[in-house]
């Protein structure tokens, strides 16, 4: 299928929207008009930018000079030349425009569009002339047109940002905790001209109908666009399949423009998460002929593997996992009644993950960010990945690249925080866009869980609302996930509170107070699964001079720079959001002062955010499958800021990253909290599907005294108590371990002993830590 790029350099036009007599594209060049120079795909931001117009948002303060613009219209015109010798039937493919769009060819309208998230396709036929010819669009200020309408007591916005509510554009641009103010528009992803075939193979969707190691069955549903279709047709699917030296093929008689088939596969290659196999895919190519002749051909990635999620009807009680007397196993089966857990071919499958956030405040950038974050991603250890939804919906690389990883995709809608609007013109809206993305996304064997939105049952249930009530999570959504991907799991929102019935609620959102990590918030929950749980950290020294001016690095309090980093604080000041108040608090908290040295601070966050992040995995782990997965927040920063993310906005990596990277290895020695006169116990998990011999060792660091060490042989998917080991009376005592399983070595730490820590202790042991198997430098961190 030919294709003509239109990204490249446009020239950007810009006023505050109406204050100019300008409504048709042939008007601005006598208008007097700001002009600039503008980069496709692109925010126009970024292109004030590179002209000198506006200071770098991402320094000091500059976030809010954006703040003017966002009642600003921008015209975006180039020109382009269709070569000789081109199809006649083209369609203008636009995959990302921010946000109130029309579009003119030569001065004709050819189409407007509303909603930043998916892409829009426009038919330009009537407009489109042989050789030169001139494209432009105009986009409108969201912030006029939402000033424009009109809002129910019921709809709700967490955080004051009722302009969004009727506004379908990614929610974090109109400020969040964890990304700044940034209304932004723009042509944010690729645009061109794309030729339309006379027939086509147009709708495809691959699902598991059986999976074994033995055979596997795949279903096929396929929709058509045949330029002559009737009684003399002679038309077959015909599909082959490959994944290494594996092969299918498979034919089918069509009968008619829409059909399915169930494809026998041999001794197939299934597809399996990280750590619990490979994660094996087949390139199938789909073909359709009439007789003998070649019609259409499409080629998609599939995979061989069933994907369910077994929830039960009530949360549990709130429960710590304790030491036994002996070794012995110590995983408890899952409770039917309780559970939130995912299988994958049958085999229960403990959850080490992340939340995926904004890859950047202005998203035409996400691409070149794109690469690295992944490998982030990966080399992390996680086994599935949260789309959050304040975000946009990440591109096909994304999915592409969990596909290849093994990495399970939790995909929230893209609604947050908000109680939306419920008439039928916006659950139209909905509608579409749900349409769009589900189609877009479901044949990826990655995808496994469909979420209705981010914590819009808890907007219904503080209010004293029943979340039943919401039409988009419970009626728009799932209806459209049933038509159109019936194969895949749907919960209405994370967390779901079903009724409002908190007691209900399986899956959790851990923030709470925010305080010591090891508190009883922490050690006492009885969430099932845990789709956020998070802890501050403040990004490296050398990584904060390079978004805070020299003046204002330190101090921390009454810092107007610092403040504009703290992200809610665009409007307004709310002490209970203060995220780097409670920063310095959950130091003092651990080490019983803070520090009065920017070097010291970022060092001291960092360690307690380390050893945070750690304890949430490892007693996720310890919870089996009482708890069968943890997502904590967040892998990394969408712009510079003081915030939960483990790899700040530059991709240096926070202390953090390299205790978790250590902690999702998916055989790890685990060593608990000690409970009375018992001691801590080492507990080895395996979170495989087969059995694992383990040699490990456990040694004090300040002593080198060996305190366990053995070879056990732990079953497929269980935790094995080997040891128990006394715990200080007082003070901190540091321990370290070592294992390995198939040759390859691994380490690991537990800290025994509770609050205050004493910085320069732990600074000294530092680098007896990172010296462990998976090493790191122990002169950089927070550096």
């Known amino acids: 299928m030919r294709t003509l790029t239109l990204d490249g350099e446009w020239t950007l036009y810009h006023f505050p929207e109406d204050s100019l007599p300008v409504s048709h594209p042939e008007e601005l060049a006598e208008s007097g008009a700001e002009r600039v120079t503008a980069l496709v795909p692109g925010n126009v931001e970024l292109d004030l930018v590179r002209a000198g117009k506006l200071p770098d948002p991402f320094l000091g303060d500059n976030i809010h000079a954006l703040r003017p613009l966002e009642f600003h219209e921008w015209w975006y015109v180039r020109e382009f030349t269709l070569p000789e010798g081109c199809p006649s039937r083209w369609e203008l493919v636009c995959e990302g425009l921010d946000t109130l769009a029309t579009v003119w060819v030569n001065g004709v309208e050819i189409g407007r569009a509303a909603n930043m998230l998916i892409p829009h396709v426009f038919d330009p036929a009537e407009a489109l002339l042989p050789g030169r010819n001139t494209l432009a669009v105009r986009l409108g200020s969201v912030l006029n047109k939402a000033a424009a309408q009109s809002y129910d007591p019921v709809t709700l916005s967490w955080e004051r940002r009722e302009e969004g509510l009727r506004i379908r554009k990614a929610a974090h641009g109109w400020g969040w905790d964890i990304m700044p103010r940034a209304v932004s528009a723009g042509i944010w992803r690729p645009i061109y001209l794309r030729e339309r075939p006379e027939n086509a193979i147009s709708g495809l969707y691959y699902w598991t109908h059986a999976a074994s190691e033995g055979s596997a069955v795949l279903g096929v549903h396929f929709n058509l666009a045949v330029k002559r279709f009737g009684p003399d047709s002679r038309l077959r699917l015909q599909f082959h399949g490959v994944c290494g030296d594996a092969v299918f093929d498979h034919d089918t008689p069509v009968e008619f423009v829409a059909g399915s088939a169930r494809i026998p596969v041999d001794r197939p290659r299934l597809w399996w998460p990280k750590g619990y196999g490979a994660p094996d895919c087949y390139t199938v190519t789909a073909r359709l002929f009439d007789g003998d002749t070649l019609l259409a051909e499409r080629v998609d990635t599939a995979g061989l593997r069933m994907v369910a999620l077994e929830r039960g009807n009530r949360a549990g009680e709130p429960w710590t996992p304790e030491p036994r007397d002996g070794a012995g196993r110590q995983d408890i089966p899952p409770d039917p009644e309780t559970q939130f857990l995912f299988r994958v071919n049958g085999v229960p499958v403990q959850v080490r993950g992340t939340n995926w956030v904004p890859l950047d405040a202005f998203h035409s950038r996400d691409a070149e960010r794109l690469d690295r974050a992944l490998a982030l991603l990966d080399d992390s250890g996680c086994n599935m990945v949260r789309c959050w939804g304040g975000n946009v919906y990440e591109s096909d690389q994304f999915y592409d690249a969990c596909d290849r990883l093994g990495i399970l995709v939790w995909q929230d809608f893209a609604f947050g925080c908000c109680r939306y609007p419920q008439n039928d013109a916006f659950l139209d809206k909905v509608r579409a866009e ?229 902690a999702q290895r998916p055989v790890s020695v685990v060593i608990g909290d000690a409970a009375g006169d018992l001691g801590a116990p080492v507990v080895v998990c395996n979170d495989t599907r087969t059995d694992c011999g383990v040699a490990f060792r456990v040694w004090d660091a300040d002593t080198g005294e060996t305190l366990c060490g053995d070879t056990v042989n732990v079953p497929a998917g269980a935790n094995w108590q080997t040891a128990l080991i006394p715990a200080p009376r007082s003070g901190c005592r540091l321990l370290l371990a070592e294992w390995r399983v198939d040759g390859e070595a691994f380490g690991g730490h537990g800290l025994l002993g509770g609050p205050p820590l004493d910085l320069a202790q732990y600074r000294a042991r530092l680098p007896l830590i990172a010296a462990l198997p998976r090493p790191f430098d122990p002169e950089e961190a927070a550096r």
């Open 434 to 662: 749900a349409e769009a993305v589900v189609v877009r996304l479901r044949n990826h064997p990655s995808l496994a869980l469909w979420a209705g939105d981010n914590e819009i049952d808890m907007c219904y249930a503080v209010d004293g609302l029943n979340p039943e009530q919401n039409r988009i999570s419970r009626e728009v959504l799932p209806r459209v996930v049933h038509r159109l991907d019936p194969w895949r799991a749907y919960v209405p929102s994370s967390p779901h509170i079903p009724g409002g019935d908190e007691s209900r609620m399986m899956e959790q959102h851990l923030w709470g107070p925010r305080t010591y990590y090891k508190g009883p918030f922490y050690t006492r929950h009885n969430a099932s699964f845990i789709g956020e749980i998070g802890y501050h950290g403040c990004p490296n020294a050398s990584s904060v001079r390079r978004f805070i001016d020299r003046e204002h690095l330190w101090p921390w309090e009454g810092n107007p720079q610092w403040k504009a980093h703290n992200t809610y604080h665009w409007r307004h000041d709310d002490v209970d959001r203060d995220r780097i108040r409670l920063m310095a608090n959950q130091v003092r908290e651990t080490f019983g002062a803070v520090p009065d040295t920017l070097e010291d601070f970022a060092l001291a966050s960092q360690i307690v955010q380390a050893e945070a992040k750690k304890y949430f995995v490892e007693s996720a782990r310890l919870r089996k499958w009482r708890t069968s997965g943890v997502l904590w927040w967040n892998l990394l920063d969408g712009w510079p800021q003081f915030s939960d993310a483990v790899v700040d906005h530059y991709f240096t990596r926070k202390l953090a990253y390299e205790y978790l990277r250590r």
